[in-house]
């Protein structure tokens, strides 16, 4: 099987430093400062050749470093380590600004045109313990019965979009409900960003269907603790929903 620009770090890598038996800082300066690139750079040699050039990348990697192969492999650990880290900010950044009582979405955080939304809350989550993960979550109404009521609903969105997709459905469902019976008996709502989209993170993976469902999988049984639930998908979220 072929793997990925830079799957087989990404797998290799992401377990240990995510239990911490691996430092970030120790492997970004290992792969960045402490070895050649490889396999070797080749450049122009100025008569319309290349030449082989085996230290060109210590403590200099660049986004193309190996123009022939698309990226060494000292380049592909470094990114597995900053791309990590780079998440890791941004769930932080997203986390502090809801204790603020602060938009904590790409949504709430500019004004938007278009029907009347209701922000999720703002979770997250480490698929197989290992690539975080962001997931929207709406409360049930304050009439809800979860004996008599639908069941809890996980909403999976579609190609290039996130769990932000459904915030306009999830406040037209809620008002539909009121307005029909003076009620609000929305059930529990959960929306999740598939790695690769959204705000989870976006490792140097093969994205199938198999990820995915993998994913949904697991998010159901270790977030929403196997639940009885209706699945909702909207493009590829609806294939995953009805596979």
Not at 68 to 77: A, I, K, Q
Not at 99 to 104: F, M, Q, S
Request: glycine share 10%; proline share 6%; aromatic share 10%.
């Amino acid at each position: 099987a072929t793997l990925a620009l830079r799957e087989a770090p990404a797998r290799a890598f992401s377990a240990a430093l995510s239990l911490g038996a691996l430092s970030a800082r120790d492997v970004a300066d290992a792969a960045r400062n402490r070895s050649p690139v490889t396999p070797p750079l080749w450049v122009g040699d100025g008569s319309g050749g290349l030449t082989a050039v085996d230290d060109r990348n210590r403590a200099g990697l660049f986004p193309s470093d190996d123009p022939l192969w698309g990226r060494s492999s000292e380049g592909s650990l470094s990114d597995v380590v900053e791309w990590r880290e780079w998440f890791r900010l941004l769930a932080d950044r997203s986390l502090t600004l809801q204790e603020k009582g602060e938009p904590a979405t790409s949504g709430g955080e500019k004004a938007m045109a278009g029907d009347p939304r209701e922000a999720g809350k703002v979770h997250y989550w480490r698929f197989k313990q290992q690539h975080l993960v962001r997931y929207l979550t709406w409360p049930a109404g304050k009439d809800y019965n979860a004996e008599k009521d639908a069941p809890t609903m996980l909403l999976v969105h579609g190609f290039a979009a996130s769990a932000e997709q459904w915030e306009r459905l999830v406040y037209s469902l809620r008002q539909q409900g009121v307005e029909k019976n003076g009620k609000d008996v929305l059930p529990p709502i959960y929306a999740v960003d598939l790695l690769g989209f959204g705000h989870s993170e976006k490792p140097g993976l093969s994205y199938t269907q198999y990820l995915w469902e993998a994913q949904l999988v697991d998010f159901a049984v270790e977030v929403m603790e196997a639940v009885p639930m209706v699945m909702v998908g909207n493009s590829i979220g609806g294939g995953l929903s009805a596979g």
